[in-house]
């Protein structure tokens, strides 16, 4: 009894490493707009202000986001956006490209509506919801 006792301790000792070692992680790897991202991809949790600005998502569901700059127009892309001093991420379909050699300034929305996001501000096109994870 005391070996399986022993081993079940064991056990959990482990995954308590796992989790705080990936928390850490999630911690420490921000990028300057405040948002965790590995290599290509953002993670975005989901709070009451992204739920307003970002297309299908709910409170709480992690989106994430693949880095992307192959833009065309029609697609939904995610773009970081400052409302009260601070960075959110919103979503929006282009309707208009401008480009040049250097930077890539996307139109957004039409009409009374459209908004200009610079390449510099762009978070990618791709994205993978997973709901509740973000909570």
Do not use: P
């Not at 070996?3 to 064991?10: A, C, D, I, T």
């Not at 991420?89 to 890539?104: A, F, H, L, R, W």
């Amino acid at each position: 009894m005391r070996k399986v006792l022993n081993w079940v301790w064991s056990f959990v000792e482990v995954i308590i490493i796992i989790y705080v070692v990936l928390v850490t992680m999630f911690v420490l790897c921000k990028n300057k707009y405040g948002y965790t991202q590995f290599g290509d991809y953002s993670f975005v949790t989901v709070g009451m202000m992204e739920e307003k600005t970002i297309q299908n998502v709910s409170k709480g569901d992690l989106l994430l986001v693949k880095n992307s700059n192959d833009i065309h127009n029609g697609d939904l892309i995610y773009y970081y956006s400052v409302i009260n001093d601070e960075y959110i991420v919103k979503s929006g379909v282009v309707s208009n490209i401008v480009e040049d050699n250097y930077n890539s300034l996307y139109t957004v929305g039409t009409g009374n509506q459209a908004v200009s996001v610079a390449s510099n501000r762009l978070l990618g096109k791709y994205s993978t919801t997973y709901g509740t994870v973000g909570s």
